[in-house]
């Protein structure tokens, strides 16, 4: 079996979910919230220009900062966001040659899967961690379920339908990693207001573990 990449020990195991972000609108999005504590971020492949968008990110993340892509579909895909600095991969499916092609560039990775069938298969083809998606649909029992049959090392991630509303929820079973898309950010959002979301959701998580900000 292929050797993971590990997912990177973060504060906030939280992915920024940037779907519909513009390229002129990432200094000031993507700023604010690396600024009030993210460092995750993944901007979808169907928003527009968007390894334009990766690669500005890209250039003013910090160190240990995963600055990413979400829905990447085939190895171009792969290739493109290799090119373009990104380190973090997010898939809406379980496809182990694209997951193969972005281990064998560094990156971290983050397939959707919804069965067990498909957690297996994404973690033979040695994915980093599995976005379980629709989480709103399985709930925190159904994952918590597929999991026991997983390999313990996996991150498991929550994702649709997770806000600062219900990270307690999961968290109780003992699903720390959730992607997080319309709770913290809408196309049209200006940066002010995703600073402002951010603060809210990042504080509610601390809240969740019970732990001070």
């Known amino acids: 079996m292929t050797t993971r990449i590990p997912f990177p020990s973060m504060r906030y195991p939280l992915v920024a979910i940037l779907r519909g972000l513009k390229p002129e609108e990432v200094e000031g999005v993507v700023g604010a919230l690396i600024e009030t504590g993210f460092t995750a971020i993944e901007i979808p492949l169907n928003s527009p220009d968007p390894f334009r968008s ?18 990447v579909l085939t190895v171009e ?17 379980v496809e182990p040659e694209v997951i193969r092609a ?21 973690a033979k083809a040695g994915a980093t961690g599995l976005k379980f ?21 996996l991150v498991i991630a929550a994702v649709g339908g997770v806000s600062d509303a219900n990270f307690a929820d999961y968290i109780k079973v003992g699903i720390h990693a959730f992607g997080l898309g319309s709770s913290l950010y809408k196309p049209g959002l200006s940066a002010a207001e995703v600073r402002a979301l951010s603060v809210k959701t990042l504080a509610a998580y601390d809240a969740a573990l019970g732990r001070g900000a």
Not at 77 to 93: E, F, I
Not at 105 to 118: A, I, N, S
Not at 133 to 153: M, N, T
């Open 54 to 71: 990766i690669e500005i990110a890209a250039k003013m993340a910090p160190e240990g900062v995963l600055i990413g892509a979400g829905t």
């Open 102 to 122: 972005a281990h064998g560039k560094g990156m971290v990775t983050l397939p959707g899967v919804f069965t067990p069938t498909e957690a297996l298969a994404a």
């Open 133 to 153: 998606f629709p989480a709103s649909v399985l709930g925190p029992s159904g994952i918590h379920a597929i999991r026991a049959v997983l390999p313990p090392e």
């Open 77 to 93: 895909d792969v290739a493109h966001l290799d090119q373009a600095g990104g380190k973090l991969m997010v898939s809406p499916n």
